[in-house]
């Protein structure tokens, strides 16, 4: 049985070496750009590059970000390898898709948030048995210790017609195509009604008031996982927008621009998954795995992988229940962080701790200014306190980048935003865009 975060100190399976392992690979190990000058890490001493342990983080995401800060808080050399080099904020993706939020203001690249080195790099596989992860070109990069944070994508379920004419908003790419579907569409039918599905429609309805929006749920209540009085709040909130809530009712196909339902009824619009999300674990097939994440012990080390550590979305975290912790933004960054600290404390051959993880609550912005939240003990759902949760929303991403990058980061977020809005003003004028900004 995988043990509870919070558990006892484990054991590491096997001994490791006191110094880092040699690195014989392909890739040269290059130093740290800024170290003793980092934009919000506090000022650590430059170190003997010989004697810096390599942490290697797979994905900057959520998780990966807060991982390289805090390994490098804690004496290690962070590099980051992700597929795209952008750091995406996906959860003002429903924003983005409705048109709310430009793109610009939910991706930003890596290099410009994050004081580490960082390598765009899709990894194919770890190999564990020579502490080394292999990317897509062929190239080696080895590690002392290695954070897995690849997130999740999608599911795709059997649905006839979803992969044809479904859209997501999963990444940048999904948001954007529904954004540009959503301008000539004269319906929306938003298939799930967790999370991300209440926020598509929500913010959809409230950015375009003139757009029929249908939200279809199988489970007969929005939002499980959340106090019932935040669910029938956020259906409140729905519906006085006029989306038309079905409980209780699953999608059956999908069409270019209507959705069929399990009742055999036709709702016309076109069609925005939110239906669940699959971990992307695939660079180490074989690992246990649970609801598809990677199962991980208390200290967030993968199973007979003692140098191998797994956060954010793709990790199965075992909660005091035992059941496993949220895909969430907020839990991405508490384990990333856990993760980050115990990579750095493995590749100096110390013994890794166990995670403690607090989750303070949870934040589902509705759009239009309003929407729901459990902070601790206290609901925040009935007027005027369904205000708040848009607040927090913002207020939490504005944390989050403050804590992947200090003020810095921020700073560069927000001109990163700027050229980006600048650059799509110069793309619809025909003009180039700038080089170094991505999409
Ligand atoms: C529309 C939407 C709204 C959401 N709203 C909220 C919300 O309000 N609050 C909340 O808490 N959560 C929210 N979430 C969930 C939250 O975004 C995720 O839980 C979070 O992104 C998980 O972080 P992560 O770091 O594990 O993975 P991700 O953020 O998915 O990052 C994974 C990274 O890994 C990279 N990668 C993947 N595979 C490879 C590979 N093989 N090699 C190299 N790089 C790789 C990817 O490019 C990506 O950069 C929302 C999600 C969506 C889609």
């Not at 899709?122 to 590690?143: F, K, L, N, Q």
């Not at 059956?252 to 674990?281: H, K, M, N, S, Y």
């Not at 560069?412 to 025909?430: E, L, M, Y």
């Amino acid at each position: 049985m995988t043990p509870a975060a919070g558990s006892s100190q484990p054991t590491p399976e096997k001994p490791i070496p006191t110094q880092p392992t040699p690195h014989a690979a392909d890739t040269p190990r290059s130093r740290h750009p800024t170290v003793g000058k980092g934009a919000g890490w506090g000022t650590l001493p430059a170190m003997d590059d010989a004697a810096t342990p390599r942490v290697l983080i797979v994905g900057g995401g959520y998780a990966g970000v807060m991982a390289a800060r805090a390994a490098h808080r804690h004496g290690a050399d962070p590099v980051v390898l992700d597929a795209d080099g952008a750091h995406e904020l996906r959860c003002r993706y429903a924003a983005v898709a409705a048109g709310r939020d430009d793109i610009a203001d939910a991706t930003a690249p890596l290099a410009d948030l994050v004081d580490v080195e960082v390598r765009t790099a899709r990894v194919v596989a770890v190999e564990a048995d020579h502490d080394r992860v292999v990317d897509a070109a062929g190239a080696r990069h080895p590690y002392d210790a290695l954070v897995l944070t690849t997130g999740a994508s999608a599911a795709a379920p059997p649905v006839p017609g979803l992969a044809e004419h479904g859209h997501d908003v999963h990444d940048a790419a999904g948001a954007t195509a529904l954004r540009a579907a959503l301008s000539e569409a004269a319906g929306l039918v938003v298939a799930g009604g967790g999370p991300t599905g209440v926020q598509v429609a929500g913010e959809a309805a409230a950015a375009q008031p003139g757009l029929a929006v249908t939200l279809v749920e199988p489970l007969e209540r929005l939002l499980p996982g959340m106090p019932p009085a935040l669910a029938r709040r956020a259906g409140a909130l729905l519906a006085a927008r006029g989306i038309d809530v079905r409980l209780g009712r699953a999608l059956a196909a999908v069409e270019p621009r209507a959705a069929r339902l399990d009742d055999g009824t036709r709702v016309p619009g076109i069609l925005a998954w939110a239906g669940g999300f699959a971990a992307q674990p695939s660079v180490l097939p074989g690992a246990p795995r649970r609801d598809g994440r990677l199962v991980v012990d208390a200290a967030l080390r993968v199973p007979g992988r003692p140098r191998v550590l797994a956060a954010g979305d793709v990790a199965a975290v075992v909660d005091a229940r035992g059941g496993t912790r949220a895909m969430s933004a907020q839990v991405a960054v508490a384990a990333g962080a856990a993760a980050g600290v115990n990579a750095a404390r493995i590749a100096r051959g110390l013994a890794p701790r166990p995670a403690a993880l607090r989750e303070l609550g949870r934040v589902v912005d509705l759009g239009g200014g309003r929407g729901v939240a459990q902070v601790g003990p206290l609901a925040l759902a009935a007027p005027p306190l369904d205000r708040l949760a848009p607040l927090l929303h913002e207020a939490i991403d504005l944390r989050h980048l403050w804590r992947s990058g200090g003020l810095g980061a921020l700073r560069r977020h927000r001109r990163g935003a700027t050229v980006g809005r600048s650059a799509a003003r110069q793309a619809a004028n025909g003009e180039p865009r700038p080089a170094s900004y991505p999409g």
